[in-house]
């Protein structure tokens, strides 16, 4: 898990302080806070926050697939700004959940989209789940954002690898390569378990028309459950794909995204039959899957 290891707290970037005990204190400068930036509770109360965090407002909500909802917010500040493919920790103050109010997200909008922050999360039946099914507009979460390594590399070729939800970072990240007129090669393998569950296919499609850099592969690993008729390919990523995906791609960087299984075994797979050197792979694990 590189990148998680080796990520860091950047919230708001130059928003970051260290109290003495070295904690870090996310927030714009007291004399910079303005009533937006208050939660509306403190706000009605004119109490100042004492350290402010920082929080995101609900903007609205968009089922993706069947189990994956998209979650569009405003940042409180103006220049919160974040790199493709970075992850955030919310949380939901006082909410009682035996895993705790906080769960890691990918970003999943990317930052040439005006601004709106968005996490695309499978719902499932858990207190924090159940809590941001609930939202409704103008409500708020906190949140800190991390930047690992697991970040788009503008100069550099990429070979993205995505395992069901695990394909968050990369909707991100390609977008910035449409918005930007990214020239350099990237390929997406796309795993999902049947054609309905591809998150953002329609999306994705469209990337690749608009950029022909742009190349994306999906598989399907459990045909027998789709509801449409599925002529692509079928199985889990294996050497045949991989070898598919690296083709006319030069020395890229290899992200792989995705439950802790997926991850491991494609990083298995790129070692074994590639040799791909492990400074060119950057993993993102979403454990809880
Ligand atoms: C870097 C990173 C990025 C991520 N990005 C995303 C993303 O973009 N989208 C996304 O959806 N997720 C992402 N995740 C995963 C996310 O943080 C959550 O872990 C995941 O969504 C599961 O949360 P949950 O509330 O549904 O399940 P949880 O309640 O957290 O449960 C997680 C697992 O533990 C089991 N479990 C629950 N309670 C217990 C218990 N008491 N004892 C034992 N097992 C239990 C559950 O059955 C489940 O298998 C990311 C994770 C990381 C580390």
């Known amino acids: 898990m590189a990148a998680r290891g080796s990520r860091r707290s ?4 130059a928003d970051v302080g260290e109290t003495e005990a070295g904690t870090e204190v996310v927030g714009p400068e007291p004399d910079q806070i303005s009533e937006y930036d208050l939660r509306p509770d403190m706000a009605a109360e004119n109490a100042p926050p004492s350290p402010p965090k ?4 609900l903007r609205d909500s968009t089922l993706e697939t069947r189990d994956v909802t998209t979650f569009r917010f405003d940042p409180p500040a103006v220049g ?3 790199r493709a493919g970075q992850n955030l920790v919310m949380t939901v103050p006082g909410l009682e959940d035996p895993r705790g109010p906080t769960r890691p997200f990918t970003i999943s909008s990317s930052p040439t989209e005006g601004g709106v922050v968005a996490v695309s999360t499978l719902i499932r039946d858990s207190p924090f789940k159940r809590h941001l099914t609930k ?9 800190e954002a991390l930047e690992g390594e697991f970040v788009l590399e503008p100069g550099r070729p990429a070979l993205m690898l995505a395992g069901g939800i695990g394909i968050t970072p990369f909707r991100s990240m390609l977008k910035f390569a449409v918005d930007t007129r990214l020239e350099k090669p990237l390929v997406l393998i796309y795993s999902s378990k049947t054609p309905e569950d591809i998150v953002f296919r329609k999306e994705l499609e469209e990337f690749a028309e608009r950029n022909h850099a ?5 598989t399907i690993t459990r045909p027998e459950q789709a509801k449409e008729p599925w002529t692509g390919r ?21 992200y792989l995204a995705g439950p802790p299984g997926f991850v491991q075994e494609t990083r298995r797979l790129l070692a074994e039959e590639f040799h791909t050197s492990p400074e060119d792979i950057r993993t993102d694990e979403f454990d809880g899957y």
């Not at 920082?54 to 407002?57: A, E, H, T, Y």
């Open 10 to 13: 950047r919230a708001g970037r």
């Open 135 to 143: 939202m409704t507009r103008g409500d708020t979460v906190d949140y």
């Open 214 to 218: 742009i190349r994306v592969m999906h």
């Open 80 to 82: 919160f700004q974040w």
């Open 234 to 254: 079928t199985g889990r990523v294996d050497a045949d794909l991989l070898r598919e995906g690296f083709r006319g791609v030069r020395h890229p960087l290899t």
């Open 54 to 57: 920082q929080w995101l407002r």
